[in-house]
């Protein structure tokens, strides 16, 4: 689990292809790779992977066909960058959001403007997904924690302050880039809450003031 609070910004130092999947050698940055051992998760760009070699201040990991079809990890070459986060401990201050670092879908930058000292940028995602995606609500881009600002149609839009755009790769963000999105974990599982019933073949429930409220998410206040 992370939070989606980059630590560092990475590169990819070698990728070895091994038929329908491979290895990539990734340089830590600054994050702090002392305490990181073999087996450990380490988000990529927003994709949970598995430390399999640690080699001075890099790390390599192993991507799966699955990954690679689902993801922007099979897009990267060397010398390419990616966010970096080193999974949560219990001490961990939670910055961000949850984040399982499973990507849902593929999105892509349709436009980015200056918004005072912020940027605005506007990503286009699969329609499948934009249910998940509300205003206020959290949001993962390429492992980043993001507030969402705005929902239209099959896209939303955030603002980046400069800070967020120095330490992540979005100072690298165009139109026309694709990234890893991640919904908000919240809303995957209150929706199989919602339709478990409908799914085993048992009437679908209508979801009304009485239901919110006896399922602890309404209160009567008469």
């Not at 990539?24 to 450990?40: A, I, P, T, W, Y």
């Amino acid at each position: 689990m992370f939070t989606g609070i980059v630590e560092s910004v990475g590169e990819i130092v070698a990728v070895e292809q091994s038929g329908s999947d491979c290895r990539m050698s990734v340089r830590g940055g600054e994050m702090d790779l002392v305490g990181l051992k073999l087996g450990d998760s380490v988000c990529v760009s927003g994709v949970c992977l598995t430390v399999t070699v640690l080699d001075n201040a890099c790390f390599w990991v192993d991507v799966s066909a699955e990954t690679l079809a689902c993801t922007t990890l099979g897009e990267l070459s060397v010398g390419g960058h990616v966010n970096l986060e080193q999974a949560v401990t219990p001490s961990t201050r939670l910055g961000g959001h949850l984040v399982s670092g499973h990507v849902d879908g593929v999105g892509s930058i349709t436009s980015l403007r200056e918004d005072g000292r912020s940027t605005r940028v506007r990503v286009r995602v699969p329609v499948e997904i934009t249910k998940y995606i509300a205003v206020k609500g959290s949001v993962c881009v390429d492992g980043i924690s993001l507030t969402v600002n705005g929902v239209v149609g099959d896209e939303f839009h955030v603002n980046i302050i400069p800070h967020t755009m120095k330490k992540t790769t979005m100072h690298e963000f165009k139109e026309g880039r694709r990234v890893n999105i991640e919904v908000d974990v919240v809303a995957r599982y209150l929706e199989r809450l919602l339709t478990a019933d409908h799914d085993s073949g048992k009437k679908k429930r209508t979801i009304t003031a009485d239901f919110l409220a006896a399922h602890g998410y309404a209160r009567d206040d008469s």
